[in-house]
């Protein structure tokens, strides 16, 4: 079994920043790509932002610039640093993950979220 434990997030005011970590654990054989996802109220979810094992990142358009996701590899984390926010960041966060865990087949896990509230 593999499970994502997220932290960070709670009301920020407009302009505020924040960081929100992620952290795999169980039973890891290789963790590939790190995702952030968000969904606000009456929204689909949708994904924010992605790093590869290599360090590759990529960014929906509206956080390009204001977000930067990062990972520690030794620590099987990632992290969401989040500047310059705005009331429209406003959302519940979850991190997701690209897992081969032992004796198992490569599966996308998912972080139990995280809410993050930007007040104007």
């Known amino acids: 079994q593999v499970q994502l434990v997220e932290s960070g997030g709670g009301l920020v005011q407009a302009g505020g920043s924040q960081r929100l970590s992620c952290a795999a654990s169980?039973?890891?054989?290789?963790?590939?790509?790190m995702h952030w996802y968000r969904q606000a109220p009456g929204k689909q979810r949708e994904l924010v932002a992605t790093i590869t094992s290599s360090g590759s990142t990529n960014y929906v358009d509206s956080v390009k610039g204001r977000f930067t996701i990062s990972r520690d590899n030794a620590k099987n984390t990632s992290y969401l640093q989040m500047n310059s926010l705005k009331p429209e960041d406003t959302a519940v966060y979850y991190c997701?993950?690209?897992?081969?865990?032992?004796?198992?087949?490569?599966?996308?896990?998912w972080g139990q979220g995280t809410q993050v509230t930007v007040s104007s």
């Open positions: 997701a993950a690209d897992v081969v865990a032992w004796g198992s087949l490569g599966h996308i896990y």
């Open positions: 169980g039973s890891i054989f290789t963790l590939n790509a």
